[in-house]
């Protein structure tokens, strides 16, 4: 299981790889890039952190059936921050392109999913003593 500690360690991930992927593309492209791909990932980076924070709350076998619970609604409540943050970026955002957005959000939400999942291997690959 991934503990609320690896919750800050993949967004402190996140956001680091968000400064790295602005730099190089303020470099290579132009700051309208650079800001829209930071937007794109904190339209990933925001939400994601929600509900970690939220599901990793309480943990236990009593609070069980509240975790799944609060699971379900915090990842509805995760999609609409989701779609709040683009329908908001596009609409207040002058000078955004569009496609820079996108791939700094696919890109920032992949990295999330690949940190879970590496974590995730870890955990099950560490001897039992060490969990």
């Known amino acids: 299981m991934i503990?609320?500690?690896?919750v800050l360690r993949?967004?402190?991930?996140?956001?680091?790889?968000t400064a790295?992927?602005?730099?190089v593309t303020g470099i290579a492209l132009s700051w309208v890039e650079?800001?829209?791909?930071?937007?794109?990932?904190?339209?990933?980076i925001i939400p994601?952190?929600?509900?970690?924070?939220v599901y990793f709350r309480e943990t236990g076998s009593r609070a069980m059936q509240r975790t799944i619970r609060r699971a379900f609604i915090a990842e509805a409540v995760k999609l609409v921050m989701m779609g709040a943050g683009f329908a908001l970026a596009f609409r207040f955002m002058g000078?955004?392109?569009?496609?820079a957005v996108f791939i700094g959000f696919v890109l920032?939400?992949?990295?999330?999913?690949?940190?879970?999942a590496k974590m995730?291997?870890?955990y099950k690959q560490a001897p039992e003593q060490q969990r």
Do not use: D, R, T
């Open 3 to 6: 503990a609320k500690l690896s």
């Open 95 to 99: 000078s955004l392109n569009p496609l």
């Open 48 to 53: 994601g952190a929600y509900f970690g924070f």
């Open 34 to 44: 650079a800001q829209s791909v930071i937007i794109g990932a904190l339209i990933a």
């Open 108 to 116: 920032i939400h992949g990295c999330g999913i690949f940190a879970i």
């Open 10 to 17: 993949v967004v402190a991930l996140q956001i680091g790889f």
């Open 120 to 122: 995730q291997f870890a």
């Open 20 to 23: 790295v992927l602005a730099a």
